[in-house]
């Protein structure tokens, strides 16, 4: 269902047309480390303002991957990424500050979280969408679950209604976690590997989703792993912090500009 467009001037995880069956037409996208202009531990497209990076390289980049969908950096929310489980419904651009997910239901309006590493989640609703930020203490903090509560409340709908996307993050391959983060979570989302436990974040959030609800085939996984593959995303653990951040970007299609934005 999801493609990436290596070839792309700007490389975006894009879902692949032959599935346009998409609600209210959403325009769903993850973006990786390339196309854009920054250096350094940040190169090259680096959308995170909470780095080291120049503000004028970030906000380029920022541009690029906004105009390659089709959306206006002038409609662009995001969330201050605390952690936690907080939504936000977003009825204006800007900054909404302490909370780790956004959800709309107004058309043109850009939604993103940034990651390099924590999960990225992208909710699909019939007249809504949504956004979300969910590492291991947002997910054990139900993130996942309260965002899509946000997202059905907006659309009016059950969670049966819903598409979950999830993008790329740290995958069970490289997510070495200590034993009482490990013991917090289900025996599913956690394994030994060489004597050592490693957390399946993206699988922790699958089953809190299939727990509120969602069905298993409407949540969709890129399937891909920031830390093992350095050419292509930023990863905080790989890095150890010095890095930057991708998107994941979720909008209702329809062009029309909203009111007071
Ligand atoms: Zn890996």
């Known amino acids: 269902m999801w493609t990436l467009a290596r070839d792309a001037a700007v490389p975006l995880w894009r879902r692949a047309p032959a599935a346009g069956a998409a609600p209210a037409g959403a325009v769903l996208a993850f973006s990786t480390r390339q196309g854009g202009v920054s250096e350094g531990p940040y190169r090259s497209l680096n959308v995170g303002r909470s780095t080291a990076d120049r503000p004028e390289a970030v906000a380029e980049n920022r541009r690029r991957v906004l105009a390659a969908l089709g959306l206006d950096p002038g409609h662009l929310a995001t969330a201050g990424q605390v952690h ?10 800007g900054l909404h500050a302490a909370c780790d997910a956004l959800v709309t239901t107004i058309p043109g309006v850009a939604l993103a979280v940034t990651g390099a ?21 947002g997910t054990l903090a139900g993130a996942p679950e309260a965002a899509l509560a946000a997202v059905c409340g907006a659309a009016g709908a059950g969670p049966g209604a819903v598409r ?14 200590g034993e009482d983060v490990a013991t917090q979570f ?20 699958r089953l809190r989703l299939l727990d509120a609800g969602v069905a298993d085939g409407s949540i969709h996984d890129v399937d891909a792993c920031t830390a093992c593959a350095p050419e292509g995303y930023f990863s905080h653990r790989r890095d150890h912090g010095i890095t930057g951040r ?3 970007l979720a909008a209702l299609g329809e062009r029309s500009i909203a009111r007071g934005m």
């Open 84 to 93: 936690g489980r907080d939504v936000a419904r977003v009825t204006q651009a």
């Open 117 to 137: 590493d924590c999960l990225p989640l992208l909710f699909e609703a019939p007249g809504a969408v949504g956004v979300a930020h969910s590492g291991w203490r």
């Open 164 to 177: 979950v996307h999830l993008g790329p993050c740290i995958r069970i391959c490289c997510y070495e976690v």
């Open 186 to 205: 289900p025996a599913e989302a956690v394994r030994r590997i060489a004597d050592r436990m490693h957390l399946d974040l993206a699988r922790a959030a």
């Open 246 to 248: 991708q998107w994941g």
